[in-house]
C-alpha cells in the first residue's frame, strides 16, 4: 500500500525531527492526533480557493495538512526561524506543494494579499490578527487555534464568525474563525 502525501508529510516531519527540534512526539499515530487532525478540522472553516497565510508556520503546523486537503489553495509559510524554513522548503519540494516559504518575521513582510491566514501558538489572537491585517484582502478569514478558555479577540476590522471544538491528543483546543472588513478603504 502506498502512502499518502500526508503520511509521508509525517514521516518526513518524524526523521528531521531530533536534528531540528520540530517536536517532541516520535510517534506517527500520536502526532496525526496532536497535530494533523486539528489542523485537517480547520478546513470546514476555510475558504477553498485563495492565498493561505500560515504565520510562525514551524514544521508546517497547521498550513501543510491544509493545503495538502485544499489544493485549491496557494501557501505562504512564514516561519522567521532559518532552520524551519529551510525544512519547511524541502517539505515544498518534497511534496510538491503550491506554496512560498519565508524566512522572516511577519511584520517585515511586504503585504503579502491574502484570503486565509491560519496560526497555531504564535501570539495571542488579538496581536495577531493585527500583525496580519495589512496583508489581507477584503473578506478574508483567520482560523485561529486559541486556548479552550480563551475569550475572541476584539481587533478593528476584524468580527468572530464562528467558534469550533477541535480534539487534538486528547484535549480541547479551540478555533475562532475571524472575518476581515478593510477598514482603511474608502466607502
Known sequence: MSKTPLDLYVSEVLRFSKALNLTSIDNAKVFKQRFIQPSLAMCSMLPGTGRLLDVGSGMGIPGVPILLAK??????????R??????LSHI??????RADIYDEDIQN???LRVNAIVARAVAAPGRLLSMCSRHCEGGAVAVLSTARKAKPASVQGWQLSGIDNVQSGGEGVMVHRYVYEDVSRET
Not at 75 to 80: A, N, Q
Not at 82 to 87: G, I, L, Q, T
Not at 92 to 97: A, D, I, M, W
Request: aromatic share 12%; net charge positive.
Open 82 to 87: 532559518k532552520k524551519r524554513a529551510e525544512f
Open 92 to 97: 515544498k519540494r518534497f511534496l510538491n506543494l
Open 71 to 80: 489544493p485549491g489553495l496557494y501557501g505562504l509559510l512564514v516561519e522567521r
Open 109 to 111: 513582510l511586504p503585504k
